[in-house]
C-alpha cells in the first residue's frame, strides 16, 4: 500500500519562497511519475507541477512557470517544489500525488486515493 506525506507548507508574505517535500513509499519510487496539485477553496484541483521518473520531463501550469521549480530525489523518495515569488493568488492546499499522468498541457493525477497525499497547506498575505 502507497504512502504519500507532504510537508513544508506555511504562512509567507507576497514575494517570499516556500520549498514544499514529499515522500512517497510502498511504490517502486524511482520509476514513478511524481506531481503537485492544489485546490483553493471554492475551486477545483488543479495540477501545479509534474515530473517523470528521471527528472527528465516536467510541467508547470502557466501561472507558476518560472516561480515554482520541481525536483526529486530518487534515493530520498522525495520530491520538493520550490514556490518563489508567492503570490496571494497561490494560497491553497497543496497535495503530492504519486502515479500522475502528464503531458505538455495537463497533469493529472491518479484515481487511487493511496497515491495522494494529505495536503499541506500555503497560505500567501499580501
Known amino acids: 500500500q502507497a504512502q504519500v506525506e507532504e510537508s513544508g507548507g506555511g504562512l509567507v508574505q507576497a514575494g517570499g519562497s516556500l520549498r514544499l517535500s514529499c515522500t512517497a513509499s510502498?511504490?517502486?519510487?524511482?520509476?514513478?511519475?511524481m506531481g503537485w496539485f492544489r485546490q483553493a477553496p471554492g475551486k477545483e484541483r488543479e495540477g501545479v507541477s509534474c515530473?517523470?521518473?528521471?527528472?527528465?520531463?516536467?510541467y508547470y501550469m502557466t501561472s507558476v512557470k518560472g516561480r515554482f521549480t520541481i525536483s526529486r530525489d530518487n534515493a530520498l523518495n522525495t520530491i520538493y517544489l520550490q514556490m518563489d515569488s508567492l503570490k496571494p493568488e497561490d494560497t491553497a492546499m497543496y497535495y503530492c500525488?504519486?502515479?500522475?499522468?502528464?503531458?505538455?498541457?495537463?497533469?493529472?493525477?491518479?484515481?487511487?486515493?493511496?497515491?495522494w497525499g494529505q495536503g499541506t497547506q500555503v497560505t500567501v498575505s499580501s
Open positions: 515530473i517523470n521518473f528521471n527528472s527528465r520531463k516536467r
Open positions: 510502498g511504490l517502486t519510487f524511482a520509476r514513478t511519475a
Open positions: 500525488a504519486a502515479e500522475v499522468r502528464f503531458g505538455d498541457d495537463f497533469c493529472q493525477g491518479s484515481l487511487a486515493n493511496d497515491y
